[in-house]
């Protein structure tokens, strides 16, 4: 007892350190990017076995393997191990000695394993079967293995993994448990990669170079985040003792199935766009190397991909052309056995030529350039002070950029790109001739009409210390940790020549009719710059009173500033977050968990949100045209001048969006490896960063304006940015999975969820409470009540030695997203009026159409001399659905009709060919 009492001491005093340490530094959140195993030795009386010694061993294990001898109680455990499978080898004089060997290990999970060693017995060779049920975890969570990353379709992107997660909707930035999809937590091996400005993913690589991914939508620890939206963890592969090569070149085409053509109403108005016009196809080159520098000491991991498409949409004479590059470097050492360091860097620029695809009459000049990507830098040093002690520190640096011009222009004219000026270089971008923007028929030309320079940065200083296997009234697993970061934003945007143009032909499609038909200028490029600074700390318990009883409890807080381009601290707080869950194993046979618990999940916020209240607005003023008789930019030709005032203010008071969330579920091994599960989440989530307007006074039913606060007779919007109790969200789900866990070479999973989502705002920063008048019809169903989802995936290895063939499937099904319908208003600070104006509960108009998709996946390997080589066919959309997957809402309020404006990818495939050594 004093023993743990001192470590529990030491602890503490090791933890304040740390706080005060890293505070003066100045986050968001880490993750673990690692497991444990733990367990227990019994005698073949079922009694507690001391002083047993357990050796683990493993390919993915750097630093040979460990021994652990077991405590009075039998127990053991073994920390801080990368994902894959374990061998545990248990030895003690007079009893027979026994080898566990499959145990597997998942990112954030704990692995219990028992031993039974018989006195006086022979040597025992046991093949650990996979757990089916895990009887400690709380949390709503999906690992997704090396397995099923090989083998189930997911166009070999993680974000299309994570879109495979019940409860999640959508790829790239996807919404989890009716958040939205600004509202999520991205790690990289740990550390947090969460875009600072958007809270958005912000980095690539090679999806070969990944060894799991967890996908947390509820319920997690103090230890994950300040999100309110889903915990997304990839983990990194980290190289081995032997010499591995990973090699893929594949090849993607859209253009070999039947299109939907367009729809039209009987006036001719388009209800759908045609697909016929339409094409795509891409490819890719990757390879992947890892190995020793020592063995057992220094592992390293190098891997490189390539991309290239070509989109093209209806109409669209210029492909949209994307090219990119995606580097990762890793290396781990471990000289001694207290110490690990791991350093990683991580690079992706990434280039997207002739980004308009929307409107075809956009010529080659027009066109716009978007460069994106940036770099994210990690090291990290594990100390492990003992068998049950460990102190993980962490330090990162990431840059992101975006940045948008026109495209460079060539001299290379069978490209069709933007044509370069015979005295222009090749590449030139034209930063100061205006760009002209067509109406009416009219043509975009001359160039791209703005410009756009992002950087984005983000620091972080993080530690953690957990102390296992403490024994009072039980067994806890003690963990607590300080974390620090600094963010910074520089935004640069601007017209090109500080001058845009507007034209229409006064006679569509008439050329001889052509007319400026206004212009705007401006005083020059708006420059904008925010940082920010966050420090948390949390504390937390994994407690077992009894061996089938676990309870989870902790409590995080998060303190942070986040000023704007005058230093104004628009975000100013400090939150706790307590979290408290149980796990009950009711017989004790590693086969049941019913679990229920409570956490509550603040947002702190992005830098983003800063910028609705700059301070570095331009001047610009809108002049009339030759279809106004303009002529110039004098006084009498000025329709509208706008000086650097920014109207939106904010409220001094503004408090953090948080997330209270009940959650609870049931799983059962019903028969040998296949668990059937059903989960309840119910989340609620007050305070979401809003507008509302200051100075306009409505008529009773919102129609009108009746007056001004200001007194003034031109009505004008004085937002102002708020977190009021109104701005909620209140999400139900229930979801009812089945799950055949891998063995005999097969795996399949399935969910149903049901979800109800209804509440004033899916996202923040909305304007949509303004008016005081529809504040009680803005409450109804969000864009995240899409109330049936299914989704299910598989694969199956079908032995054919010496070669083996893998088929894998992957399927997603959801009906219909709500639609609100808006009716015509007068209130409009323009006097011409417009649709927003609600006359029953939002979302409760209609509903869009149900979608679904069937992905198949066929890899056949080939044994050769050296390695292996695989041959790989995936078909996207088999069934080749177009159904809407967006629609004009606008002229869903005016008409009464459904018009969509983009479908769903038509059926495509993917021919790859691979290399393993």
């Known amino acids: 007892m004093l023993k743990n009492l001192d470590r529990i001491r030491a602890l503490l005093i090791g933890l304040t350190a740390a706080f005060f340490a890293i505070v003066a530094t100045v986050g968001t959140a880490w993750a673990s990017a690692a497991g444990t195993i733990k367990g227990v030795v019994l005698d073949d009386s079922e009694l507690s076995l001391p002083g047993v010694l357990l050796t683990l061993s493993s390919d993915k294990l750097i630093g040979g393997k460990q021994q652990y001898t077991s405590d009075a109680e039998g127990a053991f455990v073994f920390s801080e191990l990368p994902p894959g499978l374990y061998k545990i080898e248990a030895q003690k004089p007079g009893f027979g000695p026994v080898t566990k060997s499959g145990v597997q290990v998942a990112v954030g999970r704990t692995t219990n394993v028992s031993i039974t060693m018989k006195y006086g017995g022979e040597n025992v060779i046991i093949e650990e079967k996979r757990k089916v049920v895990d009887t400690e975890e709380a949390a709503h969570s999906t690992t997704f293995t090396k397995d099923y990353l090989a083998k189930v379709p997911s166009n070999r992107s993680y974000q299309g993994v994570i879109g495979q997660t019940a409860g999640v909707i959508g790829s790239g930035n996807s919404s989890a448990a009716g958040a939205s999809g600004d509202e999520n937590t991205w790690m990289l091996d740990g550390v947090n990669v969460t875009d600072p400005v958007t809270g958005t993913f912000s980095t690539n690589f090679n999806f070969d170079a990944i060894e799991e991914?967890?996908?947390?939508?509820?319920?997690?620890?103090?230890?994950?985040?300040?999100?309110?939206?889903?915990?997304?963890?990839?983990?990194?592969?980290?190289?081995?003792?032997?010499?591995?090569?990973?090699?893929?070149?594949?090849?993607?085409?859209?253009?070999?199935?039947?299109?939907?053509?367009?729809?039209?109403?009987?006036?001719?108005?388009?209800?759908?766009?045609?697909?016929?016009?339409?094409?795509?196809?891409?490819?890719?080159?990757?390879?992947?190397?890892?190995?020793?520098?020592?063995?057992?000491?220094?592992?390293?991991?190098?891997?490189?991909?390539?991309?290239?498409?070509?989109?093209?949409n209806v109409g669209i004479k210029n492909a949209r052309d994307f090219d990119s590059h995606y580097f990762f470097a890793k290396l781990t050492m471990q000289p001694v056995s207290a110490h690990r360091f791991t350093i990683s860097l991580s690079i992706d620029p990434t280039t997207i030529d002739n980004i308009d695809q929307y409107d075809r009459l956009t010529l080659p000049e027009a066109q716009g350039r978007q460069m994106q990507g940036g770099y994210v830098v990690t090291g990290k040093w594990n100390w492990f002070l003992n068998e049950d002690t460990n102190l993980e520190t962490t330090v990162s640096l990431q840059k992101s950029f975006l940045e948008i011009s026109g495209v460079p222009c060539t001299h290379d004219t069978d490209l069709g790109y933007n044509p370069c000026e015979a005295d222009e270089a090749e590449n030139t971008i034209d930063y100061t001739t205006p760009g002209r923007v067509g109406y009416n028929g009219a043509f975009n030309r001359d160039n791209f009409y703005q410009f756009q320079f992002d950087d984005r940065w983000h620091g972080e200083v993080a530690t953690k210390f957990s102390v296992l296997n403490v024994?009072?009234?039980?067994?806890?697993?003690?963990?607590?940790?300080?974390?620090?970061?600094?963010?910074?934003?520089?935004?640069?945007?601007?017209?090109?020549?500080?001058?845009?143009?507007?034209?229409?032909?006064?006679?569509?499609?008439?050329?001889?009719?052509?007319?400026?038909?206004?212009?705007?200028?401006?005083?020059?490029?708006?420059?904008?710059?925010?940082?920010?600074?966050?420090?948390?700390?949390?504390?937390?318990?994994?407690?077992?009173?009894?061996?089938?009883?676990?309870?989870?409890?902790?409590?995080?807080?998060?303190?942070?500033?986040?000023?704007?381009?005058?230093?104004?601290?628009?975000?100013?707080?400090?939150?706790?977050?307590?979290?408290?869950?149980?796990?009950?194993?009711?017989?004790?046979?590693?086969?049941?968990?019913?679990?229920?618990?409570?956490?509550?999940?603040?947002?702190?916020?992005?830098?983003?949100?800063?910028?609705?209240?700059?301070?570095?607005?331009?001047?610009?003023?809108?002049?009339?045209?030759?279809?106004?008789?303009?002529?110039?930019?004098?006084?009498?030709?000025?329709?509208?001048?706008?000086?650097?005032?920014?109207?939106?203010?904010?409220?001094?008071?503004?408090?953090?969006?948080?997330?209270?969330?009940?959650?609870?579920?049931?799983?059962?091994?019903?028969?040998?490896?296949?668990?059937?599960?059903?989960?309840?989440?119910?989340?609620?989530?007050?305070?979401?960063?809003?507008?509302?307007?200051?100075?306009?006074?409505?008529?009773?039913?919102?129609?009108?304006?009746?007056?001004?606060?200001?007194?003034?007779?031109?009505?004008?919007?004085?937002?102002?940015?708020?977190?009021?109790?109104?701005?909620?969200?209140?999400?139900?789900?229930?979801?009812?999975?089945?799950?055949?866990?891998?063995?005999?070479?097969?795996?399949?999973?399935?969910?149903?969820?049901?979800?109800?989502?209804?509440?004033?705002?899916?996202?923040?920063?909305?304007?949509?409470?303004?008016?005081?008048?529809?504040?009680?019809?803005?409450?109804?169903?969000?864009?995240?009540?899409?109330?049936?989802?299914?989704?299910?995936?598989?694969?199956?290895?079908?032995?054919?030695?010496?070669?083996?063939?893998?088929?894998?499937?992957?399927?997603?099904?959801?009906?219909?997203?709500?639609?609100?319908?808006?009716?015509?208003?007068?209130?409009?600070?323009?006097?011409?009026?417009?649709?927003?104006?609600?006359?029953?509960?939002?979302?409760?108009?209609?509903?869009?159409?149900?979608?679904?998709?069937?992905?198949?996946q066929v890899k056949q390997e080939i044994v050769v001399p050296k390695g292996k080589l695989n041959v790989r066919v995936d078909i996207e959309n088999i069934t080749n659905n177009q159904y809407g997957t967006s629609y004009d809402y606008g002229y869903i309020s005016a008409y009464d009709r459904y018009a969509i404006t983009s479908r769903q990818g038509a059926i495509s495939g993917t021919l790859a060919v691979g290399y393993e050594f």
């Open 213 to 312: 991914i967890q996908v947390v939508t509820g319920g997690y620890d103090p230890e994950y985040g300040n999100s309110l939206g889903g915990l997304y963890s990839v983990v990194t592969k980290s190289g081995g003792n032997s010499l591995e090569i990973l090699a893929n070149a594949e090849y993607n085409n859209g253009n070999w199935a039947p299109k939907i053509d367009a729809r039209y109403a009987a006036d001719g108005t388009g209800l759908a766009p045609t697909g016929f016009d339409s094409s795509y196809e891409g490819g890719s080159v990757g390879v992947t190397l890892s190995g020793p520098v020592i063995r057992d000491k220094v592992w390293f991991l190098a891997s490189y991909e390539y991309n290239r498409s070509l989109y093209t």
């Open 471 to 856: 024994e009072f009234l039980g067994k806890h697993d003690f963990k607590a940790g300080v974390e620090g970061n600094y963010t910074s934003w520089d935004w640069i945007t601007g017209y090109t020549g500080n001058l845009v143009y507007f034209d229409l032909f006064e006679i569509g499609s008439d050329p001889q009719t052509l007319k400026n038909y206004y212009w705007q200028e401006s005083s020059g490029y708006t420059e904008y710059k925010a940082s920010g600074l966050a420090a948390a700390a949390f504390v937390q318990d994994v407690y077992k009173p009894v061996s089938n009883l676990t309870f989870r409890y902790g409590l995080r807080y998060d303190r942070a500033v986040a000023r704007d381009d005058v230093g104004r601290p628009i975000i100013d707080v400090g939150v706790f977050g307590p979290r408290a869950y149980a796990v009950w194993d009711p017989w004790g046979d590693e086969k049941t968990a019913i679990s229920a618990g409570y956490g509550r999940f603040n947002d702190v916020g992005r830098l983003e949100i800063t910028e609705y209240l700059s301070r570095s607005a331009r001047g610009d003023k809108v002049v009339f045209g030759g279809a106004y008789e303009g002529t110039s930019n004098a006084a009498d030709s000025v329709y509208a001048a706008y000086d650097t005032t920014n109207t939106i203010t904010y409220n001094d008071d503004l408090s953090a969006p948080h997330s209270d969330e009940f959650t609870s579920a049931v799983s059962r091994e019903v028969i040998t490896d296949v668990r059937a599960k059903v989960s309840f989440t119910g989340k609620f989530t007050r305070n979401v960063y809003s507008f509302d307007e200051t100075n306009l006074v409505y008529d009773e039913d919102g129609y009108a304006f009746i007056g001004a606060s200001d007194g003034s007779a031109d009505y004008n919007y004085y937002y102002r940015l708020r977190t009021p109790g109104i701005a909620r969200r209140d999400y139900y789900a229930v979801d009812v999975n089945l799950t055949k866990v891998e063995s005999k070479r097969w795996f399949a999973t399935g969910t149903y969820t049901y979800v109800s989502s209804r509440g004033t705002a899916q996202s923040s920063l909305s304007a949509g409470l303004s008016n005081p008048s529809q504040v009680e019809l803005s409450y109804g169903a969000l864009g995240s009540d899409v109330n049936h989802q299914l989704k299910a995936a598989g694969y199956w290895d079908i032995p054919n030695d010496p070669w083996t063939t893998e088929v894998g499937v992957s399927a997603q099904a959801f009906s219909g997203f709500p639609i609100s319908r808006y009716y015509w208003e007068s209130a409009s600070t323009s006097g011409e009026g417009g649709y927003g104006l609600l006359k029953q509960p939002a979302g409760e108009y209609a509903r869009t159409q149900p979608y679904w998709v069937l992905n198949l």
